[in-house]
Structures are given as structure tokens and as C-alpha cells.
């Protein structure tokens, strides 16, 4: 059974940082590019990053772009996002997923299979 499991998140100043980690189990991991999304209230769900297979390549949104890093531990089953330099407008629920990269700047979940996510709030 593919699992997803998020933690990291919590309640951040502006200007501070969380590290966000993604549990994977029940599929072959390092076959897999993984990415997360975030959706806040009112608004669309947002690819924030994607990762390929090996880590080789990577694709972030514009909106976090020179903030937020990700990384992929294949040895260990886990993806990370490492969020620096927070601000309010990145209040959402991030969720991990499979992900399909498209060219260099396209970022698609696989609804099917994702976490449940974790809460980020930033807020002074």
C-alpha cells in the first residue's frame, strides 16, 4: 500500500524557517519523482517543488524560488523541503505526492497517491 506520510510542519514568524519531511513506504521510492504541493483556503492547489528520481533535477514555483530547497534520501525513503525566509502568503496544507516533471518549470501531483499533509502557518 503506498503511504505518504508528512511532518515539520507548525506556526513560524515571518522571516523564520521549518523543515518540512515526507515518509515514503510501499512502492520503490527511488523509481519515483516526488514533489509538494500546498493548498491554502480559498486557492488552488500550487506545486511548491518537484524532485526526479535521483535527485538529479529539480523544479520550484516562482513564489519560493531562492527560499525553499528539496531533497530526496532514497537510501532512507524520505523527501524533504527546507522552507527559509517564511512568509504569510505560504500559509497552506503541504502535502507530499508522486509527481511527474514537465519541462523545466511544471510541477503535476498524482491525486491517487498523496499524504495527508501538514499544516504551515506563518503569522507574527
Known amino acids: 500500500q503506498v503511504q505518504f506520510v508528512e511532518s515539520g510542519g507548525g506556526l513560524v514568524q515571518p522571516g523564520g524557517s521549518l523543515r518540512l519531511s515526507c515518509a515514503a513506504s510501499?512502492?520503490?521510492?527511488?523509481?519515483?519523482?516526488i514533489g509538494w504541493f500546498r493548498q491554502a483556503p480559498g486557492k488552488e492547489r500550487e506545486g511548491v517543488s518537484c524532485?526526479?528520481?535521483?535527485?538529479?533535477?529539480?523544479i520550484y514555483a516562482d513564489s519560493v524560488k531562492g527560499r525553499f530547497t528539496i531533497s530526496k534520501d532514497n537510501a532512507k525513503n524520505t523527501v524533504y523541503l527546507q522552507m527559509n525566509s517564511l512568509k504569510p502568503e505560504d500559509t497552506a496544507v503541504y502535502y507530499c505526492?508522486?509527481?511527474?516533471?514537465?519541462?523545466?518549470?511544471?510541477?503535476?501531483?498524482?491525486?491517487?497517491?498523496r499524504g495527508q499533509g501538514t499544516q504551515v502557518t506563518v503569522s507574527s
Open positions: 510501499g512502492f520503490g521510492f527511488g523509481y519515483y519523482a
Open positions: 505526492a508522486l509527481a511527474t516533471l514537465r519541462g523545466s518549470t511544471d510541477c503535476e501531483d498524482n491525486p491517487d497517491y
Open positions: 524532485i526526479s528520481t535521483a535527485g538529479g533535477r529539480t
